[in-house]
């Protein structure tokens, strides 16, 4: 009788050892298989938090200063706002690079610049066959088309003005964050906190960037006057 007891108890608590290698195992496998495929929220986390870091602000930092060395700042050849513009569009692709086109704002920066060439390309054959099409059927073709073109922005304004508040907001959102214009909101959230995170970066950067030449310009002009005097 106490021998049958002994190995009922023996058999249970090797059934329980075993239990809990099986256990342990899972848990083992499953913290291996998080590991190497993190959840989307801890991926979204870790994109935002390294551009808080100060290894990826110089990284851009010298990837800016690269682009810029390349673009014609000479106010006698060009006016401030077409500068401007050139910074800021430098600079954007500069952090599209930085992002390595792994988000979609990034990739409709660095994709952006090929669709408008395309665009004006399409353009000017529209244009040449406008006015060629003007010439030889008069000016009442161009006044229809102008109506038109008013009849249809009205149209898309009325569209606009009909959507629920919320809608509204998150279309605005959509428009503001490159790439998210017909995406859905959960999309559009992830993008915009990754690209607001990149932004924040870049503002940093640019203004380091412009307190450095200042004080480069400022020792230069010290150091030079006392030669003139």
């Given at each position: 009788?106490e ?5 009922a108890?023996?058999a ?5 050892a075993?239990?809990?290698t099986d256990?342990?195992?899972r848990r ?6 998080l590991q190497?495929?993190?959840s ?6 870790q994109s935002?938090a ?6 990826q602000?110089q990284?851009y ?5 690269q682009?810029?060395?390349q673009v014609?700042?000479?106010?006698s050849t060009?006016?401030a706002?077409r500068?401007g513009?050139?910074v ?8 599209a ?6 988000t979609r704002?990034s990739r409709?920066?660095?994709t952006?610049?090929?669709k408008l060439?395309?665009?004006k390309?399409?353009h000017?054959r529209?244009r040449?066959a406008?006015s060629s099409s003007f ?9 229809s088309s102008?109506?038109?073109r008013k ?5 898309l304004?009325?569209?606009g003005?009909g959507l ?8 605005v959102?959509?428009r503001?964050?490159p790439?998210?214009r017909k995406?859905p909101?959960p999309?559009?959230l992830e993008?915009?906190t990754?690209?607001?995170a990149?932004?924040e ?5 640019m ?7 200042s004080?480069s ?7 030079s ?5």
């Amino acid at each position: 009788m106490e021998q049958s007891s002994s190995s009922a108890v023996a058999a249970v608590i090797s059934t329980n050892a075993n239990i809990n290698t099986d256990r342990a195992r899972r848990r083992k496998k499953k913290k291996s298989v998080l590991q190497k495929h993190p959840s989307k929220e801890n991926r979204n986390s870790q994109s935002h938090a390294k551009w808080k870091t100060e290894a990826q602000q110089q990284i851009y930092s010298s990837k800016l200063i690269q682009a810029l060395s390349q673009v014609n700042l000479n106010p006698s050849t060009s006016s401030a706002p077409r500068q401007g513009r050139a910074v800021r569009e430098v600079a954007d692709r500069a952090l599209a690079f930085a992002a390595k086109g792994k988000t979609r704002w990034s990739r409709a920066i660095l994709t952006s610049r090929i669709k408008l060439k395309f665009r004006k390309q399409q353009h000017k054959r529209r244009r040449l066959a406008s006015s060629s099409s003007f010439s030889s059927s008069g000016s009442t073709t161009g006044s229809s088309s102008r109506s038109s073109r008013k009849h249809k922005v009205s149209v898309l304004g009325l569209k606009g003005k009909g959507l629920p508040a919320v809608q509204r907001k998150v279309s605005v959102l959509g428009r503001l964050v490159p790439g998210c214009r017909k995406q859905p909101l959960p999309v559009i959230l992830e993008e915009a906190t990754d690209y607001i995170a990149a932004l924040e970066m870049q503002v940093k950067a640019m203004s380091a960037i412009a307190e450095l030449l200042s004080r480069s310009t400022s020792e230069a002009s010290s150091s030079s006057s006392p030669m003139t005097s």
